[in-house]
């Protein structure tokens, strides 16, 4: 009489986790304690940076050391032939997170791929919630939030930036994008000059830390005052055309 034998499935699992917006002592008033548990469960990480990747496991108790951990970047420089790599200790039946430096991963950060690619191997993808900074900035910038269009960076050309602020600004939506840090005055300065007087401006900085500032104001009030210091702060920009 024969026997049936039973395949064991092995795959493992890829747990989108969220990170701090800046440095704090504590994690626990930003991150859920699902995420605590999550990372006591990870045999590895998959980081945008290495000293971003050992910062995060560090706040967390591990399955090992956090330097002894295995760790994998996965950024903007990483090669879309990379993603199997990445993604081998999975298939084996690992359970491995993925983070970004700051906020959600995946949300303004490179990893859809990274993620395309296990779900079509069947490795089962699970996210955890967090902040973003995206959403606290349209949430506490008092500008319509029905509809709103996130651009990422803006062109770097100055022409081109204007030109595509006139085109934003001729949109019934809410524009949010962001800038390198070390911009941030420069791009300040082109809105206050591009946009139109009634158009309500926004810029929310130094989200969840103790500097945590929002200023939201339409452009003519703007213009009434000095700007703020925001250079090499992270910050998200917004606009809303009056109507």
């Known amino acids: 009489m024969g026997t049936t034998t039973h395949s064991t499935n092995t795959v493992g699992k890829l747990l989108l ?27 590895g990480l998959i980081a945008e940076s ?14 090992k050391l956090p330097h002894q951990t295995p760790l994998s970047l996965f950024n903007e420089h990483t090669k879309e032939e990379d993603i199997d790599f990445l ?35 069947g490795i089962t993808v699970q996210a955890f ?9 349209l949430m506490l910038s008092g500008l319509p939030g029905e509809s709103f269009y996130f651009h990422g960076y803006l062109p770097k050309d100055r022409e081109m930036r204007e030109q595509a602020l006139h085109r934003m600004e001729k949109m019934a939506t809410t524009h949010i994008f962001i800038e390198a840090p070390y911009r941030n005055q420069q791009i300040l300065e082109t809105l206050l000059e591009t946009l139109s007087d009634q158009t309500e401006l926004a810029v929310a900085w130094d989200l969840t830390l103790p500097t945590q500032s929002v200023v939201s104001y339409p452009v003519a009030t703007w213009k009434k005052f000095p700007p703020p210091n925001i250079d090499k702060k992270p910050a998200i920009f917004l606009f809303h055309a009056a109507r």
């Open 17 to 43: 986790l969220p990170n701090l917006l800046g440095e704090m002592p504590h994690h626990e008033p930003y991150l859920p304690a699902s995420v605590d548990r999550a990372v006591e469960k990870l045999d």
């Open 50 to 63: 290495e000293k971003g990747g050992l910062r995060f496991l560090k706040r967390f108790k591990t399955k």
């Open 87 to 121: 993604l081998q200790p999975l298939q084996k039946g690992e359970v491995w997170g993925l983070i970004s430096d700051a906020g959600l991963p995946l949300i303004a950060d490179p990893g859809y791929l990274l993620v395309k690619r296990a779900r079509a191997l």
């Open 129 to 137: 919630s967090g902040p973003s900074s995206l959403l606290l900035a």
